[in-house]
């Protein structure tokens, strides 16, 4: 079946502590990007990556770190997390940038940061 | 920029009801249009799509089309069901996908 899967779904942590979301995805998609959703503010990107070693910001990249080592993995770095960066967050892969290319998405991260 | 623009919700129907939420865009290029739909406790799928104008996308009863003139999206149901709950994001995708904010809609019995 055809998928993105992010680990883990719900995480409650506290400010400073490093912690890692992952996100693989099964379609052998090229492009993978990271969103977050905020109540009234829709989702908004993160990172994203075009293929592997290829990585860039979004519209809201403070805070954040990616890598794209493998084709299948685009793992989400929180280095010190802050409260401002509780949230919901997905990751999404598709089979290119191209403008009438859907994306696929994971069931999405819940983050609490205290 | 490119920007998408929704009605805000919540909405609230009885089934059987007509469903419309606006969704007009400003983009610079020529994008395509989406509609994906957010059930409660899962991610995002896509509901239907558009990629030029005058396109008429559809899929489970929900229709929209890609009108230039007017730079709109809108999304349509002619009688929403409980299980339509949910929240209903447009999008445009010009090589980086923008969503709107999201309008949640729920379907009472």
């Known amino acids: 079946e055809a998928q993105v899967t992010q680990n883990p779904r719900y995480l409650i942590t506290v400010t400073g502590k490093k912690l890692t979301v992952t996100c693989s995805q099964n379609m052998n998609h090229e492009y993978m990007s990271w969103y977050r959703q905020d109540p009234g503010l829709g989702l908004r990107q993160i990172y994203y990556?075009?293929?592997?070693?290829?990585?860039d910001k979004g519209d809201v990249p403070e805070g954040y770190k990616v890598s794209r080592k493998e084709k299948r993995n685009f793992p989400l770095i929180l280095e010190s997390p802050s409260p401002n960066q509780t949230s919901l967050y997905f990751c999404a892969s598709s089979s290119g940038p191209n403008s009438n290319q859907p994306q696929h998405f994971g069931d999405g991260t819940r983050l609490s940061i205290l | 920029g490119n920007s998408v623009t929704q009605m805000e919700g919540p909405v609230t129907l009885s089934e059987e009801a007509f469903l419309t939420i606006n969704c007009t865009y400003t983009a610079t290029g020529y994008p395509s249009l989406f509609w994906y739909v957010q059930y409660p406790g899962e991610g995002l799928q896509l509901l239907l799509k558009?990629?030029?104008?005058?396109d008429k996308g559809s899929n489970k009863g929900f229709e929209a089309t890609y009108r230039k003139e007017t730079t709109s999206f809108h999304l349509e149901k002619g009688s929403v069901q409980v299980s339509d709950s949910a929240v209903y994001f447009c999008?445009?995708?010009?090589?980086?996908?923008?969503f709107g904010a999201g309008t949640t809609v729920t379907v009472r019995a």
């Open positions: 999008a445009l995708n010009d090589y980086k996908l923008s």
């Open positions: 558009a990629t030029k104008a005058d």
């Open positions: 990556s075009m293929n592997v070693e290829v990585t």
